[in-house]
């Protein structure tokens, strides 16, 4: 037979960029084999996401977009054409990133995966009594009763009477499963009278104005207990009214639905810091008692299938749902009962099986959402995707990287090309392709320093390929504990009457599988107004927020700025005096539409640089306030060090950032850009200058190279030498052999951890072995 003649088709087997030059990227040329998993390396700054993210998948969602008609691309965003001199062989890219799902407190993880939809279907169909379609088990729908008259253009009229759409909303929470009420004791002192400071809210001064007219009602000098039943009503829920105070007319209200108007319907990041420390602490949510939390009517829980109702399946760990699911036996629903089982056994693969369908989305962590995200993909026919993953081992334990490694090689093998951001030698050991960018951060990144496979990167002489042969050494002593924070009886979600002493004045990781019960511990349990907690949650701020703005260095800068010239600090805020007036000071002028995406372009007027054209004319050690704003830490540092420029304020601030490893992030770059692991150690940053005796962190190494590590490390040590306790959630092995003490829950998630299995020193949990962390953590340091 005659030989087969190649096809030109199969050549196409590399994504090809050539000079990228996105952000930080230096004329980036890489070919990235299709079909293949390619791991994206190198320090945090580098340059990874602005290549995978900011140029590869942000091209082949414009390309994807283009293919939609005019008509429907006029109700869309315009997105930009990446800086990048040629991109080809792009496929449909599937962005998978570790963004925290919306806080809608309607949103659980049983409505963003569907599972929530076919339970309804399965409870109309098998319930018994049968009450409805699948809304009446639906407690984001309220049964509502519907009555009245309509008349058409032909004069027609219609009558309705009482007609029922049912829902299964609980009436008294409205779907939600908590009622808020406020705590008394943390807004009056009932043992004392109002003379004597009664009323515990931040500005009621005992002898101040807004106690004033309270005086002129109640008995002053009276306890608050011992006021009368009418006294003590109208001291707190008093209808407004007129009174006169000192001759002045005011208007005279309960204090509490006053501060309820002044303080707890605001935003809580719009409030002063001591105001919103009060709101969280009186401002107190209880289940409601109607639905003892399932947010479901009476109707809605009446109907079972194999006496459980839709709530109480909803409440089932994963596992066991599934387990109750397969006992579902009835021919008229198998296909129903069939997807339902996937998806549910998608969930315990990608190990989330810990979790149930009614937690609310916005409580779950970033790399719990990410996962959550990934189910959907695990069982999809399509091929020939490109899928973008950004760094799925967050929030995940050594025993669970195995997992999630498994499930990215089956979705590669099935076809599709697999680009991973990851930090961790265990994922990027099971790579095809690496892609190792630095050779330092920001400025001193974008470039390609190693290309090849895992082997090739070892022997590389670039720094991860120093890190990836790196192995860390337990402590040859550890620091004696001046104390312990005594926990008794913790039961929060899945631990089990837990008694545990944390040591003080020691570094402590708290370690154990995803779902353990480490987060329930600690972030429950370790409370007090000498605690600070440093986590990953997004921070409060506007989009003209940036590290300058949100740490206070940009006050000493303007004041520097001021005095070197002669003007008013006013006038280098891009907020006040000096903002550009086409953009307000915003750098972008924003365009939203009510039926798609805002979209944001730069202003013209000043060039996306936020200051008005005079203001950028007043220098300092010859840089304007602009160019001030485009330095990285590292270089205001060196900026700010000496000569006309030198501001000490500014460099202590500085210095704080630089030490925890974010010595590359630029002044002004806008918050809502930075990872989850950048907001951390800002926020770390941020605290170092606070009283507070006990720091806890949640994951610190997120987002953190292998050689950035050691800095955390010895940031770590310099808190703990200071006389500060140090708590850290961790998986990370390198900050296990360097801990003081560790506590190791579990030995599994959900039901099957919410233990502690070890407690002891890091030497003692590797010579033990008796749990899947000290397991790890020998094989880690080479025990």
């Given at each position: 037979m005659p030989e087969t003649t190649p096809i030109r088709a199969d050549a196409h087997d590399v994504i090809r960029v050539q000079g990228a030059r996105e952000n930080n990227l230096k004329d980036v040329d890489v070919d990235l084999p299709k079909r293949r998993l390619t791991v994206f390396s190198g320090v945090s700054g580098s340059g990874k996401s602005s290549l995978v993210f900011g140029t590869i998948a942000a091209e082949s969602r414009r390309l994807i977009d283009e293919t939609y008609s005019t008509f429907v691309q006029g109700f869309m965003p315009t997105l930009p054409r990446p800086e990048a001199d040629r991109l080809e062989g792009l496929t449909t890219a599937i962005l998978v990133d570790q963004e925290r799902m919306g806080a809608n407190p309607r949103s659980t993880l049983g409505t963003v995966t569907d599972a929530n939809a076919m339970l309804r279907q399965l409870f109309s169909r098998l319930g018994d009594p049968f009450i409805g379609g699948p809304t009446a088990f639906s407690f984001n729908i309220p049964t509502t009763t519907v009555g009245g008259a309509s008349v058409t253009e032909?004069?027609?009229?219609?009558?309705?009477?009482?007609?029922?759409?049912?829902?299964?909303?609980?009436?008294d929470c409205e779907g939600r499963g908590t009622v808020s009420d406020l705590d008394l004791s943390r807004i009056v002192d009932?043992?004392?009278?109002?003379?004597?400071g009664a009323i515990l809210v931040p500005g009621y001064k005992a002898d101040g104005w807004m106690v004033a007219p309270y005086k002129t009602q109640v008995p002053a000098d009276v306890p608050i207990k011992d006021l009368t039943a009418a006294q003590r009503e109208d001291l707190l829920y008093a209808e407004p009214r007129k009174v006169k105070v000192e001759n002045i007319n005011v208007t005279y209200?309960?204090?509490?639905?006053?501060?309820?108007k002044s303080m707890f319907s605001r935003d809580p990041g719009s409030l002063q810091p001591h105001i919103r420390r009060f709101v969280d602490a009186a401002a107190v949510f209880t289940t409601c008692p109607r639905c003892a939390g399932t947010r479901l009517n009476d109707s809605a829980r009446s109907s079972t299938i194999d006496d459980k109702d839709i709530g109480e399946v909803s409440a089932m760990q994963v596992t066991d749902l599934a387990a109750w699911v397969r006992t579902v036996d009835a021919r008229s629903v198998a296909p129903l009962v069939e997807t339902l089982l996937h998806l549910l056994d998608s969930f315990i693969a990608i190990g989330l099986g810990y979790l149930s369908l009614d937690r609310p989305s916005g409580t779950l962590s970033g790399g719990e959402a990410q996962r959550t995200k990934m189910v959907r993909h695990l069982g999809s026919a399509l091929t020939d995707v490109t899928y973008v993953f950004d760094e799925p081992s967050?929030?995940?334990?050594?025993?669970?990287?195995?997992?999630?490694?498994e499930l990215l090689v089956d979705l590669r093998d099935k076809g599709n090309t697999v680009l991973v951001v990851e930090h961790k030698p265990e994922m990027i050991?099971?790579?095809?392709?690496?892609?190792?960018?630095?050779?330092?951060?920001?400025?001193?990144?974008?470039?390609?320093?190693?290309?090849?496979?895992?082997?090739?990167?070892?022997?590389?002489?670039?720094?991860?390929?120093?890190?990836?042969?790196?192995?860390?050494?337990?402590?040859?002593?550890?620091?004696?504990?001046?104390?312990?924070?005594?926990?008794?009886?913790?039961?929060?979600?899945?631990?089990?009457?837990?008694?545990?002493?944390?040591?003080?004045?020691v570094l402590t990781a708290v370690t154990g599988v995803a779902g353990s019960g480490k987060s329930s511990l600690i972030g429950g349990h370790v409370v007090g107004e000498d605690v600070i907690t440093v986590d990953q949650a997004p921070i409060k701020g506007s989009r003209r927020s940036n590290p300058a703005t949100y740490t206070g260095v940009l006050d000493p800068i303007r004041k520097a700025f001021a005095k070197a010239n002669g003007v008013k600090p006013g006038l280098f805020s891009a907020n006040s005096d000096g903002a550009c007036p086409t953009c307000s000071g915003s750098g972008v002028i924003v365009t939203e539409f009510s039926f798609t995406d805002t979209v944001s372009t730069p202003c013209e007027d000043c060039g996306g640089k936020r200051y008005q054209a005079e203001v950028l004319e007043l220098r300092l050690a010859g840089k304007n306030i602009a160019e001030v704003l485009e330095l990285s830490v590292a270089e205001a540092l060196e900026?700010?060090?000496?000569?006309?420029?030198?501001?000490?304020?500014?460099?202590?601030?500085?210095?704080?950032?630089?030490?925890?490893?974010?010595?590359?992030?630029?002044?002004?770059?806008?918050?809502?850009?930075?990872?989850?692991?950048?907001?951390?150690?800002?926020?770390?940053?941020?605290?170092?200058?606070?009283?507070?005796?006990?720091?806890?962190?949640d994951e610190p190494t997120v987002g953190l190279?292998?050689?950035?590590?050691?800095?955390?490390?010895?940031?770590?040590?310099?808190?703990?030498?200071?006389?500060?306790?140090?708590?850290?959630?961790?998986?990370?092995?390198?900050?296990?052999?360097h801990a003081d003490w560790i506590i190791d829950l579990g030995p599994g998630a959900g039901h099957d951890g919410g233990r502690v299995v070890f407690e002891g020193t890091p030497a003692e949990l590797v010579d033990a072995r008796s749990t899947i962390t000290g397991e790890h953590l020998a094989e880690y340091v080479g025990a």
């Open positions: 032909s004069g027609k009229k219609n009558v309705v009477r009482q007609q029922v759409y049912l829902g299964g909303m609980c009436p009932e043992s004392t009278s109002l003379v004597d209200e309960g204090l509490i639905p006053k501060i309820r967050i929030g995940l334990h050594p025993h669970d990287i195995a997992r999630m490694n050991a099971i790579a095809d392709h690496v892609v190792d960018m630095g050779p330092g951060a920001g400025a001193a990144g974008g470039e390609v320093v190693f290309e090849g496979d895992v082997e090739g990167l070892r022997a590389a002489a670039t720094r991860t390929g120093e890190a990836l042969s790196y192995k860390a050494a337990l402590k040859e002593s550890v620091r004696e504990r001046a104390g312990v924070f005594e926990v008794r009886g913790a039961d929060t979600h899945n631990l089990e009457a837990v008694d545990v002493d944390i040591p003080l004045g900026y700010f060090a000496a000569g006309e420029a030198r501001t000490p304020a500014a460099l202590t601030i500085l210095a704080r950032l630089d030490d925890v490893g974010l010595g590359y992030l630029t002044l002004g770059q806008p918050l809502n850009t930075l990872s989850g692991g950048e907001r951390q150690r800002v926020k770390l940053a941020m605290s170092m200058k606070s009283s507070g005796g006990v720091y806890v962190l190279h292998l050689a950035d590590v050691d800095q955390l490390l010895g940031l770590l040590d310099r808190l703990v030498d200071d006389g500060k306790t140090v708590i850290v959630i961790e998986h990370h092995q390198a900050v296990m052999a």
